[in-house]
């Protein structure tokens, strides 16, 4: 069964861009918008359980009180939703774990007052899995979200309630970060727009700026690239690295023709399955049809970084758990704590003293990986080892090996560039045999967001992406 709330409202199947064309020539209002967006969470989320909490009331104070300013980002008076792992001021901050407080924010994140100050407002908090650590958004606090595209299936992770959100319909974009793909990873479950930034473009996740490498990048999911361009211009405008090259407005293809690699296997996995590795093809195909130099290439990810990025990975869920008044503030209360982040903490305690050169080699790596996009723009790769699994597969409840290894079975793709720091999109390429969306990954180099946005605007421009029927 799938979900969808979209309907004859203000909102119908428009985007962002669309919409605030509409309330700047007064067509329609933010408390309209806002409003209708209420309406169809109300409607889908007992389906979804995509929302962690709600704030509804404030949205249309909010909403109310909106005004149509000449100056103003073009996401001013449109509603959102934001990740549970950012602080908003007024509501609780839980991680998608039932070992966290729930006391309410005394102050939002200085990113989340960022976010906000483009205009958006927000309609409450989307669920994750405990402290983002997986790919499915499953966990013991709230359950399971379900993909609005079939509810039988997953809807990725960790940014899955964001991307069930955006793609039922109820809201056109939504925060999320990217830890490991955790934007990218819904994104192709979901048959959405999700791009991870380059490191440093957006201010940080509280916390992780002191972490030997800062894996975690935010960002947004939406339904269309013109509003993820348009939402970065405006995030730029807000929030500028001076140490990046600039994004600027990406409101067209780029004229330059680039040199484009493309893989399909991965290293130290069994193959990809058929479905996700002809889509990646046909990507790389649709661009050498549009006049592009593409080539394929040897699969450029050393064998060595999917062991020492499970291992880092094992090295956050032991601080999490062990050193959560450092992190957070507080103790959690550890018996609450999911079997899989528990189990992760064990295996990192097991060979500790390793940690140093598991950073050395994944700095290697990362140098390595960086090599690569000296010799081409843009590398085009699977988003997803396999499509979508259902509920249950990926499943934080069981042993934490067996866990780690279904996962990377599944998303082998998306860590090394959360290693690098350079940014990469997912875009809805495609569908399995199932009618689930498939996405395909573009990646490029360090600082270089402006040529990847331009070219996935001039895919955007050749493909239809699909809807939920």
Known sequence: MNIRSFCDDVLADRDCVALAALIRNGEINSH??????????????????????????????SAAKHEVKSHASIFSGLPTFIKDNEQVRGLPTRLGSRATSDAFATQSSKFIEEYLALGLINLGKTTMPEFGLTATTESLLHGATRNPWNSDYICGGS????AALVAAGVVPIAHGNDGGGSIRIPAACCGLIGMKPTRGRL???????????????????????????????AAERVYRNPSLPGIGDVTRPGKRRLHIGFFTEYPSRQSVHPENRDVTVKAAQLCASMGHRVEEVPTPIPASLEDDFKFYWEMIAFSMHHFSKATLGYSLDKAQL??????LSRLFFKRFYKLPYAIRRLKAAAR?????????????SPVHGHPTPKIGELSSYIDAESSLRKLSDFAPFTQEQNV???????LPMGSCSNGLPLGVQFATGFGQDQGLLALALEIEEAVTWSRIA
């Not at 999911?338 to 189990?343: D, L, S």
């Not at 690098?420 to 997912?426: E, R, Y």
Request: glycine share 6%.
């Open 420 to 426: 690098t720091g350079a940014p990469a999109i997912s």
């Open 203 to 233: 201010t940080a996740l509280q916390g992780t700026e002191t972490l030997p490498i800062n894996l975690v990048q935010q960002g947004v999911l939406t339904r269309s690239v013109r509003d993820t361009a348009a939402f970065f211009a």
């Open 368 to 380: 390595a990986l960086t090599a690569t996009y000296e010799r081409y723009d843009v590398i085009i």
């Open 159 to 162: 940014s899955g309630g964001a």
């Open 338 to 343: 999911e079997p899989f982040t528990r189990g």
């Open 32 to 61: 309209e918008v806002v409003e209708a967006a209420i309406k169809r969470a109300q409607a889908v989320n007992p389906m979804l359980n995509a929302i962690s909490v709600e704030d509804f009331a404030n949205s249309l104070a």
